[in-house]
């Protein structure tokens, strides 16, 4: 199958997914930055015959596996696809390392394929979900100068059109609060760029995914060879990737309807499970608001108390809340 941007990509496998028997995944070959990588598309079987879609994006160190989040949207009468992205979860192959990327802009190629694909379905309209780099992922690609403009006219007949953006705790801005994100970015992107080789090990279990998973109390059992508690060996080449990508996209204007929703609170830096568990965790929220709101003219905002960083993850007063929010807003833009 060849793209119809001048990319090239080969479905390589069709199969029920391991979420189970609702499931399915598909698996696309296609040249990457250096070597032959992998994206899977993942989908909801239900609503075979909607014409709408709901596109899920994860985030670092991610993968899909909230099951619930698919069926909610199914229930709203929409179809469910997600992404692993090339070298993430189901995505993974030994030719790369996990998590690895030459630049922002080439999970475009990702997109290029999942959008097409769906289309390809029978889906007419899409509305894009990103979590965390997966908002930073879909925001840098809407933004390209041909993403909404030849998408919907020259290659209209191969891409669905993106009818709507929501960002679940997107990775807009570092994550500081503001007064200080303006004298830390430009260091923190001279040190990243010195040493592109370089990576921080990681080692000692993070707070946030002690939140999280079964085996530390946490309502969620996931694969942790996919989204290890520890996290993957930080890339100063992927963090140099990610500065350059945000500071690109704080000057470009998307007016694309946006849903941002956002824990009403950052919890950057508690030491207990407990003091984590009251907001984000990851992100610091007023530098993502201000980002946002740099990036996105036709925005809404919603501050969901308790949130964590996935907001879906959050427990179920918080977690019902963003779904709630989503639902209202995709209501407004039918």
Not at 52 to 61: C, D, E, N, R, S
Not at 114 to 125: F, R, Y
């Amino acid at each position: 199958m060849s793209a119809p941007i001048g990319q090239h990509w080969q479905q390589v496998n069709e199969c029920e997914d391991l979420l189970g028997a609702d499931f399915r995944a598909r698996t696309f070959s296609f040249a990457g930055p250096k070597t032959q990588v992998h994206t899977t598309l993942i989908h909801h079987l239900g609503n075979p015959n909607a014409t709408k879609a709901i596109l899920y994006v994860h985030g670092y160190t991610d993968y899909f596996f909230q099951t619930g989040l698919a069926e909610h949207f199914v229930d709203l009468g929409y179809r469910f696809y997600a992404l692993d992205l090339q070298g993430y979860g189901r995505s993974i192959r030994p030719s790369t390392p996990p998590n690895w990327c030459e630049s922002i802009e080439q999970y475009g190629q990702d997109l290029d394929i999942a959008l097409a694909t769906i289309k390809q379905d029978g889906v007419d309209q899409v509305v894009i979900l990103g979590h965390s780099t997966g908002g930073l992922v879909v925001s840098t690609y809407l933004a390209q100068p041909y993403a909404l403009s030849e998408r919907e006219s020259h290659y209209n007949k191969a891409f669905p059109k993106v009818i709507g953006l929501m960002l679940n705790s997107p990775f807009l801005a570092l994550p500081f609060p503001p007064a200080v994100l303006n004298f830390v970015s430009w260091p923190v992107r001279i040190l990243v760029s010195l040493l592109p080789f370089s990576y921080l090990r990681a080692k000692k279990i993070n707070i946030y995914s002690k939140s999280l998973h079964t085996i530390y109390g946490g309502e969620w059992d996931y694969r942790l060879d996919w989204k290890p508690s520890q996290g993957f060996d930080l890339s100063f080449h992927w963090l140099r990737e990610v500065i350059v990508a945000q500071r690109h996209l704080a000057n470009q204007r998307l007016d694309i309807p946006t849903l941002m929703c956002h824990s009403k609170i950052s919890t950057i830096g508690k030491v207990t499970i407990e003091e984590t568990q009251q907001g984000d965790g990851v992100l610091d929220v007023d530098s993502m608001q201000q980002a946002a709101k740099n990036t996105f003219t036709n925005l809404t905002k919603t501050s969901i108390p308790q949130g964590f960083h996935d907001l879906y993850l959050s427990h179920q007063p918080a977690r019902s809340a963003y779904l709630a929010a989503m639902t209202d807003w995709l209501r407004s833009i039918k």
